[in-house]
């Protein structure tokens, strides 16, 4: 298929939001802060910040490469590497996750819009104190209908843009709306640091105490820096395939790792001085964010204004990571399997929905899937599972690939396709032929001797 036919970038800006709009999404704002929360404060985000360095770009890079040389989607691009080959493989272990991910993201996804229906109607307005705002978050996501409903219409709202194809619908929607959250959790950052008690929270989240890390911790940060920056299932693959051939690869990518760590680290800074100022637990799990905030919105002027800002600012960061998640799936069935995009963006998005029912009962809707498995409920399961595990196999196995199989010099080669140099190249090839597939298999192995996967 030529690459008209396949739709591109309108440039380097295009691409450098589109990745960045895949890339920022609840996972720096949600998932970030309750794992750091629960896996000790600082000396996560440390090892965050290490895994993000030595594992998380070298892996972006590596997906960027893989898309560049190929033009095609998770699956297709192995395949067009080494034909007939077992490889292909790991393209449907990345569409298997996106499939995963979507399917509870979806369902944190439409809290937010319940949060946003709530900030509407002035419910942030008033001073609300952690008891307050805890009963409004298990109110909302422990009724079935809501907790559904929700999911359903983001999962509509994903939908409809991907059917609108890549250039259009998907970067369209990142251009304006990715910086107006930049400032508004930059805003929001400065108040949280300002509240009473605020500088303990920051005390927690930037002075690292060792003697809580874990083997556990450990792997919540490899699969936290993956899940974040998009990776280890294809969608910088597949995002990567529209790269315009003039523009400079290498320098985008950085880009779109800078932007996302640094949103990251600002919802930390939000996050636990807040949590702090409020009395709460920085361990509550992923109901963290949603219970925290509500505390800080009406210590602002114009709270309520705020809040419907804030809201709608992380719904759309959220829709821009769903579409995405869509995103890889459709392409495959698109390229691979000769689908119209229209049937194939309905037909995905709609069993996905299905998947996504237990998730969305999963909190208090309905109790088989509360406490699902080691008194776990079902979307944190899934969200372990994919986020964390399907995630770091992707990113060991493509590093395999690329470093052993396809080669170093042919992937910095489709890097710099356009002429423009990468820097640290040689650097680069060390870490995805040693230094990476060494780190993932020996977090992985310790994981399994410990036997503690959840
Ligand atoms: N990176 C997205 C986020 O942080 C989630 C995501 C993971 C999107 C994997 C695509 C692939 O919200």
Request: glycine share 12%.
């Amino acid at each position: 298929m030529s690459t008209a036919s396949r739709g591109q970038w309108s440039g380097r800006l295009g691409f450098i939001l589109a990745a960045a709009g895949s890339a920022i999404g609840l996972g720096n704002i949600w998932r970030f802060p309750y794992m750091a929360g629960e896996n000790g404060g600082g000396a996560f985000v440390l090892l965050y910040l290490g895994c993000v360095l030595l594992i998380g770009i070298p892996v972006l890079f590596s997906e960027l490469a893989m898309g560049r040389k190929t033009e095609r989607n998770a699956v297709g691009a192995f395949r067009a590497l080494v034909p007939n080959s077992w490889w292909p493989a790991v393209g449907y272990l990345g569409i298997a996750a996106g499939f995963g991910i979507l399917a509870f993201y979806s369902v944190v996804a439409g809290w937010t819009l319940g949060y946003l229906g709530h900030a509407f109607m002035g419910d942030f307005g008033a001073a609300m104190d952690a008891d307050a705002s805890g009963a409004l978050f298990t109110g909302l996501i422990g009724d079935p209908l809501q907790a559904v409903g929700y999911t359903a219409l983001f999962l509509l709202l994903t939908i409809l843009i991907v059917r609108g194809g890549v250039s259009a619908g998907i970067e369209r929607a990142s251009k304006i709306l990715m910086p107006a959250l930049f400032a508004i959790l930059l805003v929001l950052a400065i108040r949280a640091l300002t509240l009473p008690g605020g500088m303990a929270g920051l005390e927690y989240l930037l002075v690292p105490d060792f003697s809580e890390l874990s083997a556990g911790a450990v792997m919540a940060a490899l699969g936290q820096a993956l899940f974040s920056l998009s990776l280890g299932m294809g969608a910088m693959v597949t995002y990567g395939s529209y790269f315009p051939k003039e523009e400079n690869m290498p320098q985008a990518g950085a880009l779109v790792a800078l932007a996302d760590t640094s949103v990251a680290v600002l919802a930390g800074l939000i996050m636990f001085p807040a949590l702090f100022s409020a009395g709460l637990d920085p361990a509550a799990g992923p109901g963290l964010v949603f219970v925290v905030l509500p505390t800080v919105f009406n210590s602002l002027p114009a709270g309520t204004l705020f809040a419907i800002a804030f809201y709608a600012l992380l719904a759309i960061a959220a829709l821009t990571s769903t579409i995405s998640l869509l995103e890889v799936v459709v392409a495959y069935f698109v390229d691979e399997r000769k689908w119209k995009r229209e049937k194939a963006a309905w037909v995905l998005g709609g069993v996905c929905f299905v998947l996504a029912v237990p998730s969305a009962l999963s909190q208090g809707g309905a109790d088989v899937f509360t406490s699902f498995l080691f008194d776990t409920s079902f979307l944190d399961i899934q969200n372990i599972i994919w986020g964390n595990y399907a995630l770091s196999i992707g990113a060991l196995a493509t590093c395999v690939f690329v470093g052993w199989k396809w080669g170093i010099p042919k992937a910095i080669e489709a890097l710099e396709a356009s002429g423009h140099r990468m820097a640290f190249a040689s650097a680069w090839g060390i870490v995805v032929r040693f230094v990476l597939p060494i780190a993932i298999v020996v977090v992985l192995g310790f994981i399994v001797s410990t036997g503690r996967y959840f």
